[in-house]
C-alpha cells in the first residue's frame, strides 16, 4: 500500500485548498479512507472518513466547512477544505488501515494566515 498527498500550501483565513491522495498497490474501493491531521506540538487526528461506499464521518470542528470524497477508478481520495481558519494549520495525511496496520501517506503542509 502506497498513499502519496498533495494540494498543501498557504492560504488566507476563509480560503479554500483541495488535498488530493493517490493510492496504490491495493485494492482502493474496498478500503476506508481517512484524513489525519497533526499541528505543532498536538496529537495527530482524524479529520474526516469515508468509506468504500461513500458514507462519511467528520470532526466536529470541521463540519460544514470540510468535505471527503473519493474516486475509485482513478483510486483517489480528496479533501475539500474551505472556510479555512488559522487553528486549521498542520500537516495532513491520508491514511488507511490495511489488514490492521495502519498506512501513512506522507504528508501535505496546511497553513492558513489569519
Known amino acids: 500500500v502506497q498513499l502519496q498527498a498533495s494540494g498543501g500550501g498557504l492560504v488566507q483565513a476563509g480560503g479554500s485548498l483541495r488535498l488530493s491522495c493517490k493510492a496504490s498497490?491495493?485494492?482502493?474501493?474496498?478500503?476506508?479512507m481517512d484524513w489525519y491531521r497533526q499541528a505543532p506540538g498536538k496529537q495527530r487526528e482524524l479529520v474526516a472518513s469515508?468509506?468504500?461506499?461513500?458514507?462519511?464521518n467528520y470532526t466536529d470542528s470541521v463540519k460544514g466547512r470540510f468535505t471527503v470524497s473519493r474516486d475509485n477508478v482513478w483510486r483517489t481520495l480528496y479533501l475539500q477544505m474551505n472556510s479555512l481558519r488559522p487553528e486549521d494549520t498542520a500537516v495532513y495525511y491520508c491514511s488507511t488501515s490495511d489488514r490492521q496496520i495502519r498506512r501513512w501517506g506522507q504528508g501535505t503542509q496546511v497553513t492558513v494566515s489569519s
Open positions: 498497490g491495493m485494492n482502493f474501493r474496498m478500503y476506508s
Open positions: 469515508i468509506s468504500g461506499t461513500g458514507n462519511t
